[in-house]
């Protein structure tokens, strides 16, 4: 059985919960996004896999998910990167934790994801090995590419990602 770490605002732990329960009940729990990009700049996207139990098919950032008891935010990201896109970490550079804020996301399946999210930096110019009951697809883009993409189909990107891009471009120097 997964569990998330329940949280309050101040990232502090208050609890752990089951997965599921947690985003049927939208709690609030810490959770990771990472963004990697390679040498020409691109960020690397995945289309989440058709078997996801919400949002399948949908394109977002390179991975995301929740960090495990005891284990630190980069421990985390470079865990779900393996065991998702089969990313050897020695392959990983300049991994950082960048920033962190709170979002709530409503799914039409009843399902809440409501997370302290710590959105983590990278760059990455390696082969994948992807698991395909978690990836269906990746790809490289570009930010202004990304950004008319966004703007045009929102549809085929994950309601997270819409959040997190949007907060995540807020932080780039002006």
Not at 19 to 35: D, T
Not at 51 to 64: A, E, I, M, R
């Amino acid at each position: 059985m997964e569990t998330v770490i329940l949280v309050n605002t101040a990232d502090q732990p208050v609890g752990r919960m089951e997965k599921f329960e947690a985003h049927q009940r939208g709690l609030l729990h810490r959770a990771f996004s990472v963004f990697l990009f390679n040498e020409r700049g691109e960020t690397l996207l995945q289309q989440r896999s058709a078997g996801k139990y919400h949002s399948p098919l949908l394109w977002t950032n390179s991975c995301c998910s929740h960090q495990r008891e005891g284990e630190s935010n980069l421990e985390a990201a470079t865990r779900r990167l393996y065991e998702e896109l089969g990313i050897d970490p020695s392959q990983i550079s300049e991994l950082k934790d960048s920033f962190h804020f709170i979002y709530r996301a409503e799914f039409d399946n009843g399902l809440t994801e409501h997370e302290l999210d710590h959105v983590i930096l990278g760059r990455f110019d390696g082969t994948f090995t992807l698991n395909t009951e978690e990836v269906e697809a990746v790809r490289w883009i570009s930010m202004p590419d990304l950004t008319r993409e966004m703007d045009a189909h929102p549809e085929q990107f994950t309601a997270w990602f819409q959040i997190i891009f949007r907060e995540y471009q807020s932080h780039l120097p002006q």
